[in-house]
């Protein structure tokens, strides 16, 4: 298994072949055996995604086959199910990675914004509860100056939004917390660019 330093390397290097049209994972999906692959499994990174049809994970990182655990939820948000399946491939598969994945032009952050500046009534409880875990990340934005620059504050706010989550994996488990003190589990933060196919990472 990679380290988490080297799954990083791996998928910065994944990302650079994608944006230059360069791609090596079809070629190893069409040599995978299938019968191995049934057997198990050893992502080396779990990516915590938006559900945005824009944002295939795979592709992105120009991966294949197996390498990646990928959960995908409008908005990146993390609820106690994205928590319990980032614990379950990093404890049971030993995988050292946890990216959180968020992106440019994201529709529940606008949802967000729209919420604070217009509330709805008639809203729809299961969207609400996707908006109300991004809200906070947008409060804590509309009183300063990106207030007066609705695409800068759409930035910010994206970029909030994933390090929000990235805390929220860091100290909202035991299980993920035990991993990060004493398996050199790594959980960092991440923002694909729709305009140009770059991924850029926090940390």
């Known amino acids: ?44 990174a779990v990516i915590l995604g938006c559900s945005d049809s824009r944002v295939p994970v795979e ?18 948000i993390v609820a106690p199910s994205q928590v319990g399946s980032v614990e379950f491939a990093a404890d049971l598969f030993g995988t050292p990675l ?37 809200m906070p990340s947008v409060e804590s934005l509309v009183d300063t100056d990106y207030a007066y620059d609705l695409e800068t504050l759409k930035l910010q706010a994206i970029r909030a939004n994933v390090r929000a989550s990235v805390n929220h994996l860091r100290h909202g488990s035991e299980v993920l917390e035990s991993l990060i003190a004493h398996n050199g589990l790594m959980v960092v933060g991440a923002v694909y660019a729709l305009e140009t196919g770059e991924v850029e990472f926090f940390e």
């Open 59 to 76: 592709i992105v990182f120009d991966q294949g086959l197996g390498d990646l655990f990928v959960i995908r939820v409008a908005g990146n």
């Open 98 to 134: 946890v990216v959180v994945l968020g992106h440019t032009q994201c529709g529940a952050i606008s949802a967000a914004i729209a919420e604070l500046q217009r509330p709805n009534e008639i809203r729809s409880r299961n969207l609400m509860s996707i908006v109300d875990r991004v």
């Open 1 to 44: 298994m990679l380290t988490a330093a080297e799954a990083l390397y791996r998928l910065k290097e994944g990302n650079r072949r994608f944006v230059a049209g360069v791609h090596e994972a079809a070629g190893i999906s069409r040599n995978v055996q299938f019968k191995d692959m049934a057997e198990g499994q050893e992502p080396f």
